[in-house]
């Protein structure tokens, strides 16, 4: 006989290991599970890792004491059961976006006909920092300094929403048969 | 994580740029904005292991996790007399306290405690060295998920001087090497399916840990 390292109750687990989910974003825009093509553009990627609250622990009875009745109100519908997540841990990851070399514009590229054909060593060297620094249409550009923090917080909104994409990882690893 | 890097020219990142900054974002493989890709999972591939898992992605790549436990002698804390430990029992102390746990799952949860130490997390990428900054850095966010609540090594406790020690290795078998990001992801997932593993219960402990027992060792 053994035990399970996370017991269970009638087939069904009475609480779960923490779950790591990769989150990316670029602009406003929020992206799960980015694959490498995606990781390369990104302007902050995060790992959040998202725990469900133990029932009967000291946290999740707090909780469900506290604003019980209020969570009722709130009807999220989906899926979701009475699972209330937690947020364990987050971490930066630093994106290869920001090791990426960036464009050049048409209008400074030799190679399109540029007036700068001609150009003296110094000039071109002025011409590179223009190039880090002013924002073109179409040409890309590495992400530079730090994310924005309402962008984090709204990762870190979306990873721990009800019915979210947590609950929905969740759901899908307990279908996973137990050899 | 400046070792692996993806090759796309800058008019290929600006375009990837531009087509995920729309509303809603355009996905190169068309998912929407929270969708994973298909994912298959299996559990119990390694033998020799105490609990194992394997993980594949449809794009070939895959990652293996085992997770071996034994038990190991719980270092005395500061301050308590060695020779107590030593010595195994102490008649003035409460008999109750000495005994094994197992039974008062529930009951004697006061008397357990954790330490971060019990769990052992190593990460293996085929090429690349061991010290490697990202694959420590790997290693380190998936533990300290396990650990962050202090619930998990609880459950690693088997009484006042014994405990069980979990070492969790994340294996990488694949030949083509995609970004690091992707294993991280796969491994992510899979490392949250410990409760996969089953753990032998102080009876198994008689017998030999070699793969052949382990069978026997299944619940």
Known sequence: MSDYLYPRLAGKAVSRPPLTLLVMAVGSNIIFDPAKEELAVADVALAVSVGEAVPGSESSSRSNGGNGSREMEIDTGIGGGGRSLRLLSVRTIDPPSRLTPPGVPNEKNTAYGAAGVSAAASQKQAEARAVETENVEGVWKAPRGGAKVLVMASLVDKCLEKGGVADEVFDALEAVDLG | ?219
């Open chain 2, 1 to 219: 994580m400046s070792t692996t890097h993806i090759l796309l020219s800058p008019a290929e990142l600006a375009y990837l740029h531009a087509s995920l900054s729309l509303l809603p974002p355009l996905r190169p493989d068309g998912r929407a904005p929270n969708q994973f890709r298909p994912v298959s999972a299996e559990t119990g591939v390694l033998p020799g292991a105490n609990g194992s898992a394997r993980v594949c992605f449809a794009d070939g790549t895959e990652a293996i996790v085992g997770v071996k436990a034994e038990v190991e002698k719980t270092r005395a804390p500061l301050g308590r007399d060695p020779e107590e430990e030593e010595g195994g029992f102490d008649p003035v102390r409460d008999p109750v306290e000495d005994d094994d746990d197992n039974a008062g799952g529930g009951g004697g949860e006061d008397g357990r405690a954790g330490h971060s130490d019990w769990v052992e997390m190593t990460v293996e990428i085929p090429g690349q060295r061991d010290d490697e900054a990202s694959t420590i850095f790997l290693a380190a966010m998936l533990s300290e998920a396990l650990l962050a609540d202090g619930e998990f090594v609880k459950r690693l406790y088997i009484n006042r001087r014994f405990h069980w020690k979990l070492y969790l290795d994340v294996g990488y078998p694949s030949h083509l090497l995609p970004y690091l990001m992707d294993i991280a992801n796969i491994t992510t997932r899979s490392c949250s399916s410990p409760r996969l593993y089953p753990i032998p219960s102080p009876f198994c402990l008689s017998q030999p840990t070699s793969p052949s027992s382990r069978p026997a060792c299944r619940g």
